[in-house]
């Protein structure tokens, strides 16, 4: 995929969850419940959208970290394959 593609799926994905939050943040108002009640939701949803951010924060740097390990398995291999190969070849 194209960096332009990238930035056109986070703007999308950016525009979603903003919507979200407006339509959130209006039944959280007209909701027929004092404001107590309000501000204890309004809490609740501060602290899931955190987790949310924090989870996929720690999945994304899971993965990164397993691709450098990947990557270095694999260039540790190339080099025992290189030393053994002009070994042989000595």
């Known amino acids: 995929m194209k960096?332009?593609?990238n930035n056109l799926i986070i703007t999308f994905n950016?525009?979603?969850v903003?919507?979200?939050y407006a339509m959130l943040a209006i039944?959280?108002?007209l909701a027929p419940?004092?404001?107590a009640t309000k501000g204890y939701w309004a809490i609740g949803i501060l602290f899931l959208s955190l987790s949310l951010v924090n989870f996929v924060k720690y999945r994304?740097?899971?993965r990164l970290r397993e691709d450098?390990?990947?990557r270095l398995e694999e260039a540790k291999n190339e080099k025992l394959l290189e030393d053994y190969v002009t070994e042989?070849?000595?």
Do not use: C, M, P, T
């Open 33 to 35: 419940v004092n404001i």
């Open 88 to 90: 042989k070849d000595a």
């Open 3 to 5: 960096k332009s593609d």
């Open 60 to 62: 994304f740097d899971d």
């Open 68 to 70: 450098r390990i990947q």
């Open 18 to 20: 903003f919507i979200a």
């Open 14 to 16: 950016a525009a979603g």
């Open 27 to 29: 039944s959280l108002w």
